[in-house]
């Protein structure tokens, strides 16, 4: 399994994730958990969304030209 993306809140991992599905490309998404605080209370950093190897360049292209045309209707 690759990265291909870090999200930075839950909602962001969770949207991503869907997107990906949808396209047919498997993903997992693994929390990253703030190191240095006691393990009840390890709040969630950020989130890393993986994907098989072989799906790895295709969902990092996939997630990219999402990620463009949102900042693109955002700058609207």
Known sequence: MKTVHTAVTEIEAVTLQGLLEEAGIPVVLYPIMHAGLPEPVLP????????????????????????????EAELR
């Open 44 to 71: 969630v950093e950020r989130w890393d969304l993986l994907v098989p190897d072989g799906r790895a360049a295709e969902a990092a292209e996939f997630l990219s030209e999402y990620l463009e045309s949102v900042e």
